[in-house]
């Protein structure tokens, strides 16, 4: 216990030493996963659509995500800063964690089309939609929740991961736990554990709101709909 006011101690008393300010890790920190989370972003999501909108490739991209998250992140990060250079730390860093998010929002894009009931895409249809109506006007809004779902499950392994990007000096929060441990101090180890669990949380919370916005307001009115029917159905067969 005492270990953990320590730790709280650190981290508002604000004396980090010669590793950088508290504030400057964590914007360290929210950079990398912001831009990573992105990058990822902007190359999955389309695929990802793609293969829910057309039915094809889903084998291919599956195999590819799971080759994916078997990649250890700190051993691709070591190899990458090898053959880039010393002077390409940063870009090294950053492909390391686009191919961490990539996965889950490969799969939050796709599994946001395939859970899309047919009926409404085949109604589409019948009214005359283009196929470019159907993505933009029924597919997107429809699987938006489940894209946003899998960004937020990217952002998450992100955020925790990019404490690695410490050990070849690009700082974040990751420095504080790799130095204690070089100085045996608990509290300082504790206390970088500490920011970036509070970090996730607060990540994972923006996301959840995100991911409650995305619903549509159709499919929100729905389900309470249905759920009011299901609740008086056995009140009316017991009357």
Same mark, same amino acid.
């Given at each position: 216990?005492?270990?953990?006011?320590?730790?709280?101690? &650190?981290?508002?008393?604000?004396?980090?030493?010669? /590793?950088?300010?508290? =504030?400057?890790?964590? @914007?360290?920190? $929210?950079?990398?996963?912001?831009?990573?989370?992105?990058?990822?972003? @902007?190359?999955?999501?389309?695929?990802? &659509?793609?293969?829910?909108?057309?039915?094809?490739? !889903?084998? $291919?991209?599956? %195999?590819?995500? *799971?080759?994916?998250?078997?990649?250890?992140?700190?051993?691709?990060?070591?190899?990458?800063?090898?053959?880039?250079?010393?002077?390409?730390?940063? +870009?090294?860093?950053?492909?390391?964690?686009?191919?961490? %998010?990539? =996965?889950?929002?490969?799969?939050?894009?796709?599994?946001?089309?395939? @859970?899309?009931? !047919? !009926?409404?895409?085949?109604? *589409?249809?019948?009214?005359?939609?283009? +196929?470019? #109506?159907?993505? &933009?006007?029924? +597919?997107? =809004?429809?699987? /938006?929740?489940?894209?946003?779902?899998?960004?937020?499950?990217?952002? /998450? #392994?992100?955020?925790?991961?990019?404490?690695?990007?410490?050990?070849?000096?690009?700082?974040?929060?990751?420095?504080?736990?790799?130095?204690?441990?070089?100085?045996? !101090?608990? +509290?300082?180890?504790?206390?970088?554990?500490?920011?970036?669990?509070?970090?996730?949380?607060?990540?994972?919370?923006?996301? @959840?709101?995100?991911?409650?916005?995305?619903? =549509?307001?159709?499919?929100? $009115?729905?389900?309470?709909?249905?759920?009011?029917?299901?609740?008086?159905?056995?009140?009316?067969?017991?009357?």
């Amino acid at each position: 216990m005492n270990y953990f006011i320590d730790a709280f101690a &650190w981290i508002f008393g604000g004396d980090t030493g010669y /590793l950088d300010p508290i =504030p400057v890790a964590f @914007a360290q920190q $929210v950079a990398y996963t912001v831009v990573s989370v992105v990058i990822a972003g @902007a190359i999955a999501t389309p695929i990802g &659509w793609w293969i829910g909108h057309t039915g094809k490739g !889903r084998e $291919v991209a599956v %195999a590819i995500s *799971g080759a994916a998250r078997a990649v250890p992140s700190f051993g691709l990060l070591i190899l990458l800063t090898l053959l880039l250079g010393v002077l390409r730390k940063p +870009e090294a860093a950053v492909i390391t964690f686009v191919v961490l %998010a990539i =996965p889950s929002i490969l799969a939050g894009a796709y599994a946001g089309f395939e @859970a899309i009931d !047919r !009926r409404v895409i085949d109604a *589409g249809r019948s009214m005359g939609m283009t +196929e470019r #109506q159907i993505l &933009w006007r029924i +597919e997107v =809004p429809l699987g /938006l929740s489940l894209l946003v779902g899998g960004i937020r499950s990217a952002t /998450l #392994q992100v955020v925790a991961t990019v404490t690695i990007a410490a050990y070849i000096g690009l700082g974040g929060l990751g420095q504080y736990i790799i130095t204690g441990l070089e100085l045996r !101090r608990i +509290e300082v180890i504790i206390g970088g554990a500490i920011l970036v669990a509070a970090l996730a949380l607060v990540l994972d919370g923006v996301f @959840a709101i995100l991911q409650r916005i995305a619903v =549509p307001r159709g499919v929100v $009115v729905g389900l309470r709909q249905s759920t009011s029917s299901r609740a008086r159905a056995p009140r009316v067969a017991a009357a």
